[in-house]
Every structure is written in C-alpha cells, then in structure tokens.
C-alpha cells in the first residue's frame, strides 16, 4: 500500500466537512488536504483475520504538516 502510488488518481486539494464541520487539521489548523481513496485490504491485515474490514478508506493528508486523518467515509469537499 502506498498514499503515493502513481497509479491511484492524480491528487485532489481541497477543503472538507464531515457532519457538516469543517475539517481543520488537530496538529496545525490547517484546512487544506490533499485525499486519498486507500485499500484497507493489506497482507497484514489478511494476516489477522480482519478482512472484514477489507474496503477503501479515505486519507486527508495535510498539506501544511502532512498529518494524516483518516475517514471510512470520504467527507464531502467545501469551496
Ligand atoms: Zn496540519
């Protein structure tokens, strides 16, 4: 699994809010993320016994301090 493999989608920044919050980063108070659709489904993962868990997640890498958040659901992005 790589953030950064460049066969996924070309990145996308943008702002984001789930439950209608504004995202905003906890380490910098950023607002500007860059996504990711990410597989769950890993060998370690396989390994123990969590393929129920096997589907894509989404990652908002932030662009200031590149923390990364993690959602089940992809939020929805905000101008
Ligand atoms: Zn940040």
């Given at each position: 699994m790589s953030l950064f493999d460049k066969k996924q989608q070309e990145p996308f920044i943008s702002s984001y809010k789930a439950l209608d919050k504004r995202i905003i980063?906890?380490?910098?108070?950023?607002?500007k993320f860059l996504v990711r659709d990410v597989l769950l489904n890993t060998p370690g993962m396989t390994f123990f016994g969590l393929?129920?868990?096997n589907r894509n997640a989404t990652a908002l890498i932030c662009t200031s301090c590149t923390r990364i958040e993690w959602y089940f659901e992809k939020p929805a992005a905000v101008d």
């Amino acid at each position: 699994m790589s953030l950064f493999d460049k066969k996924q989608q070309e990145p996308f920044i943008s702002s984001y809010k789930a439950l209608d919050k504004r995202i905003i980063c906890p380490n910098c108070g950023n607002d500007k993320f860059l996504v990711r659709d990410v597989l769950l489904n890993t060998p370690g993962m396989t390994f123990f016994g969590l393929d129920w868990a096997n589907r894509n997640a989404t990652a908002l890498i932030c662009t200031s301090c590149t923390r990364i958040e993690w959602y089940f659901e992809k939020p929805a992005a905000v101008d």
